[in-house]
C-alpha cells in the first residue's frame, strides 16, 4: 500500500473535517444576531400595533339616554337656542311628553319664554292675556275660550304630573312666538325662539359626534354627509354643535363645509298696544275721601287748586279676598267735576283694609274676575272717566296675580272706555316683581310715587323727596315705561324728625302747616343743594328736631325734572296739604 497516499487521503479527509467543525462553531455565533432580529421584528410589530390602538378613534359608543339625563319616565330634555340645562338637581322638570305631544311646565315657561302665563293652581285655570283678547282654558279639558269665542285643542291644553302643571307647546305656540321640534329616543325637545342668531353648516363627509373634543370620548351618534348642524363653540380643531337631529355634541372642524349665520324669524305678528292718553299734560290731583259726606267738598278743592285736570278720590277699597269692593263713590261729584271740565279716576286701593290677603285674592280666577267685574261696574255706575290703581305693600307671592289683573283690567277698561293708571313706588330690587314694563303695555298711565324716601318707621331721619332720590325714580321707571305714559307723583307734605340718641320718629307736616310751625319755633330754614331742599332743626332737651321742607322751590326741582324728561304729567298727594301758593309754580309747568 502506498503509505504516501494513504496519508495524503486521510490528510485530506481530516482537513474536511475540520471545515466541517468551523462551520458548527459559525453557526451557533449567528444563531443569537437571528433571534434578536426575530425580536425585534416581533416587538416592532406589537408597538405598531399598540400604537395604531393607542391612536385609532375610539368606537366606544354613549347612549343619548345618558346623555340627555331624565328624572321621570315622561320627561323630555330641552334645548333652548342651542343651549341645554341637564336640570341634574332634578328640582324641576321643564317639559313632559304626553300622548306624543310636548307640554312646558308652566313656571319654566313662564321664567324662561313668557311671563305672559298664569295658571291657578287652586281652581285649574290657565289664562293669557294678548294686546286685546283674554284667553282661558280649564285643567284636563281640551277645550278654551278667546274672548267670547270657544275653541278645541283636541288634547289636553294643561295636564298635571308629580305635583307640577304643564301646558301643550303647540297651544303655546299660538300665543308665544316660538319654533320647535319633539324628537324621541329619549324624548328631546329643540326650541328656537325670535331673533336667535346661529351659525350653520352641513358635514362634507359621514362623521361621527362625540360627547368631547377628540377621537377617544365616546360616539353619541353618525351624521351623514350633508346633514346640517348648528356650531355652538369652536375648539380649535373640534367644535361643539347641535344637529338637526337634535343632539349635542362635538364633530372635527375638518368635517365641517362652510360656516355661514341665520337668525331664527318671527311667527307671529306685533302685537299693538293701544293707549287712552291726553293731548295735553295730566294734572292730577289725589282727593282722600274718608266717608261720603266728605264728597260734597269737592267744589271747594276744585276752588283751591287751579290748572287741575284730573281729581282721583279715594272712593273703593278691596273688601275681601273673593273680589268684593267698599264704595263710597257719589255721582255729583263727578258731574260737579266734570262741570268744571276735570276729569275722575277714581281710585282702587287696600291700604284702607290691610287684613285682605291680596296673594289670595289676585291668584284665584274667580275672586280676580270678581274683582275686575266690580271695578268696572262702579266705573260705569258712576260715570268716572278712569281708575287708579293704589295697590301698596303687595308681597312678591302676589307677582303673578298682580300682573294678570293689570292685563285683564285693562282690556276692560278699554272696552269701557276708561283710562287705566297703576300706582308704584319708585324702582327697587324689592318692588321690581310689580313689573313696570307689564304695566306700560296694557295701563295706560304709570305713576311714580317719588316721595317716603325716608318714610315713618324709618331708622334714620332724612328728606321726604330729595332732588336725586326723584330724578333716580324717573331714570329708573324710563327704562320700562315710556316716557309719555310715565307721571311723576310728588308730595304736599313732608315729615318732622325727632332724634334723640337712637330714638327716631317722625310725624307728617303738610306744605300748608309749614308757615305756622317754623314761626312756632322760631325757624330760619336754610338751602340743601344736595337735598334740593329748605332744611331746619332745632333742639327741645335732648331731643333733636329736623325738618326738610316741601315748598314752591323743592317742588320747583321736581317739576323741572318733569318737564327736563318730558314726562305725561305729574301728580299730587294729597288735596288739603298744598299751601295756596303752589298752584302757581305747578302750572307754570304743567303749561
Known amino acids: 500500500m502506498d503509505t504516501e497516499n494513504i496519508g495524503q487521503q486521510q490528510s485530506r479527509r481530516r482537513r474536511p ?74 328640582t324641576e322638570i321643564q317639559s313632559v311628553v304626553s300622548g306624543g305631544a310636548a307640554y312646558l311646565e308652566i313656571g319654566y315657561l313662564d321664567s324662561t319664554f313668557d311671563r305672559g302665563w298664569f295658571f291657578d293652581a287652586t281652581e285649574g285655570v290657565l289664562r293669557y292675556v294678548t294686546d286685546t283678547q283674554v284667553i282661558s282654558a280649564n285643567l284636563d279639558s281640551s277645550a278654551y275660550t278667546v274672548g267670547r269665542d270657544s275653541a278645541d285643542l283636541g288634547r289636553p291644553v294643561v295636564i298635571s304630573s308629580d305635583k307640577l302643571y304643564f301646558v301643550a307647546i303647540d297651544f303655546v305656540k299660538q300665543y308665544t312666538d316660538l319654533s320647535y321640534t319633539l324628537f324621541s329616543d ?25 360627547r368631547f373634543g377628540g377621537p377617544k370620548s365616546k360616539i353619541l351618534a353618525e351624521i351623514a354627509k350633508g346633514e346640517g348642524f348648528s356650531v355652538l363653540e369652536n375648539y380649535g380643531k373640534w367644535s361643539k354643535v347641535l344637529t338637526d337631529s337634535g343632539v349635542i355634541g362635538c364633530m372635527k372642524n375638518s368635517c365641517m363645509g362652510n360656516v355661514t349665520s341665520e337668525t331664527t324669524a318671527a311667527t307671529l305678528p306685533e302685537r299693538n298696544y293701544s293707549h287712552l292718553l291726553q293731548d295735553t299734560p295730566v294734572c292730577l290731583l289725589w282727593h282722600q275721601v274718608m266717608n261720603t259726606s266728605a264728597n260734597a267738598g269737592v267744589s271747594d278743592v276744585i276752588a283751591k287748586s287751579p290748572g287741575v285736570n284730573v281729581l282721583s278720590p279715594t272712593w273703593f277699597t278691596v273688601a275681601d279676598t273673593a273680589g268684593g269692593l267698599r264704595s263710597i263713590a257719589s255721582l255729583d261729584y263727578v258731574r260737579t267735576a266734570h262741570a ?7 281710585l282702587v286701593g287696600n291700604v284702607e283694609n290691610a287684613d285682605v290677603d291680596m296673594t289670595a285674592l289676585l291668584g284665584a280666577t274667580s275672586s280676580r274676575d270678581n274683582l275686575v267685574n266690580n271695578i268696572i261696574g262702579s266705573a260705569i255706575a258712576y260715570s268716572v272717566d278712569g281708575i287708579n ?25 278699554k272696552a269701557n272706555g276708561l283710562v287705566l293708571s297703576v300706582d308704584n313706588y319708585v324702582p327697587s330690587d324689592y318692588t321690581a316683581f310689580y313689573d313696570r ?7 295706560d298711565y304709570v305713576v311714580i310715587m317719588a316721595y317716603d324716601e325716608h318714610h315713618a318707621g324709618a331708622a334714620e331721619a332724612g328728606p321726604n323727596a330729595s332732588i336725586s332720590f326723584v330724578k333716580d325714580a324717573v331714570t329708573n321707571t324710563m327704562k320700562e315705561v315710556p316716557a309719555n305714559q310715565t307721571i311723576l307723583g310728588m308730595p304736599f307734605f313732608t315729615r318732622v324728625w325727632a332724634v334723640n340718641g337712637s330714638d327716631v320718629s317722625s310725624k307728617v307736616l303738610s306744605m300748608a302747616a309749614t308757615p305756622q310751625y317754623m314761626s312756632d319755633h322760631s325757624l330760619t330754614s336754610t338751602w340743601s343743594e344736595t337735598d334740593g331742599a329748605n332744611y331746619a332743626e332745632y333742639k327741645d332737651g335732648d331731643t333733636t328736631y329736623k325738618v326738610w321742607l316741601e315748598d314752591a322751590k323743592s317742588l320747583s326741582l321736581k317739576l323741572s325734572a318733569m318737564k327736563d324728561s318730558s314726562l305725561a304729567g305729574g301728580a299730587f298727594w294729597k288735596s288739603g296739604q298744598d299751601s295756596s301758593d303752589i298752584w302757581a309754580t305747578i302750572n307754570s309747568y304743567m303749561n
Open 389 to 413: 290703581i293704589d295697590f301698596e305693600s303687595l308681597q312678591a307671592s302676589c307677582e303673578g296675580g298682580y300682573r294678570e289683573f293689570i292685563r285683564e283690567l285693562s282690556l276692560r277698561c
Open 186 to 210: 329619549p324624548a328631546r325637545l329643540v326650541i328656537e325662539t325670535p331673533g336667535y342668531e346661529k351659525s350653520v353648516s352641513t358635514a362634507k363627509k359621514d362623521t361621527e359626534i362625540r
Open 437 to 443: 314694563a307689564n304695566q306700560a303695555d296694557y295701563a
Open 17 to 90: 473535517s475540520g471545515n466541517g467543525r468551523k462551520r458548527r462553531r459559525g453557526g451557533k455565533k449567528q444563531l443569537p444576531i437571528i433571534i434578536i432580529i426575530i425580536l425585534l421584528a416581533a416587538f416592532a410589530v406589537i408597538g405598531t400595533a399598540a400604537a395604531i390602538v393607542r391612536y385609532a378613534p375610539s368606537k366606544e359608543t354613549m347612549p343619548l339616554s345618558s346623555y340627555f339625563a331624565a328624572t321621570a319616565a315622561d320627561q323630555a330634555a330641552v334645548i333652548v337656542n342651542g343651549a341645554y340645562d341637564d336640570n341634574q338637581d332634578g
Open 340 to 346: 268744571s271740565g276735570i276729569k275722575v279716576w277714581a
